[in-house]
């Protein structure tokens, strides 16, 4: 098994779950916003719920729709209000990183994976450094605006280390493998780097 292609398989699985919840976010804005009001009544403000929605007991059924996943957003939304913001940079952000990204991503953990019988190196390549650039730009403007506009305070340190910090840190970080990868893909003209 190539290091490279685990790695980013199991990132673009994580995106493309996480592009569906994206989806969600635009779909269902007043449900995260109610589901917020209620976590931050029973909880208090910059609270995680407890359980996270990771850690709930749900049915089958629903875990199944996209409905469901609006409650990872209102949950966040303990730690940056912005998502129950329909005008902010962080809930636009998400809302086109998860319209815009779902089918490259699809596509590229596929044409990785069947090297040469979706497309050509080079054509995946392309792909890939479009849109792993477009991941690694809007996290950086979104962990920028969070810092400047100071939407730590408030928030316990553990929540901000373990989850704002570690969530950006992955969709900077596993970006910017996607875009080395697809530039050697475009490079080279094969797909050596997944071998």
């Not at 998502?83 to 998860?98: E, I, K, W």
């Not at 990204?101 to 699809?106: E, G, H």
């Not at 316990?156 to 697809?182: D, E």
Request: proline residues 5%.
């Amino acid at each position: 098994m190539n290091p490279v292609q685990l790695l980013l398989a199991t990132f673009l699985t994580t995106n493309a779950w996480i592009c569906i919840c994206e989806i969600a976010l635009l779909s269902f804005p007043s449900l995260i916003q109610k589901q917020f009001a209620a976590f931050c009544a029973a909880h208090g403000d910059h609270v995680l719920p407890s359980p996270i929605f990771l850690f709930e007991r749900v049915r089958l059924r629903d875990a199944l729709t996209v409905r469901y996943w609006a409650v990872m957003w209102s949950t966040y939304a303990t730690l940056d209000p912005a998502y129950v913001d329909t005008h902010s940079f962080g809930f636009c952000v998400d809302v086109g990183n998860g319209v815009t990204t779902l089918l490259p991503t699809l596509l590229f953990a596929c044409g990785m994976t069947a090297q040469d019988q979706l497309l050509p190196a080079r054509a995946l390549g392309i792909v890939g450094a479009i849109s792993f650039y477009q991941e690694f730009y809007g996290t950086c403007v979104y962990f920028f605006q969070y810092c400047f506009n100071k939407r730590y305070l408030n928030t316990p340190l553990s929540h901000v280390l373990g989850i704002v910090v570690t969530a950006n840190f992955i969709w900077i970080a596993f970006p910017l493998l996607g875009m080395w990868a697809s530039m050697t893909l475009i490079f080279e003209g094969t797909f050596h780097v997944f071998l």
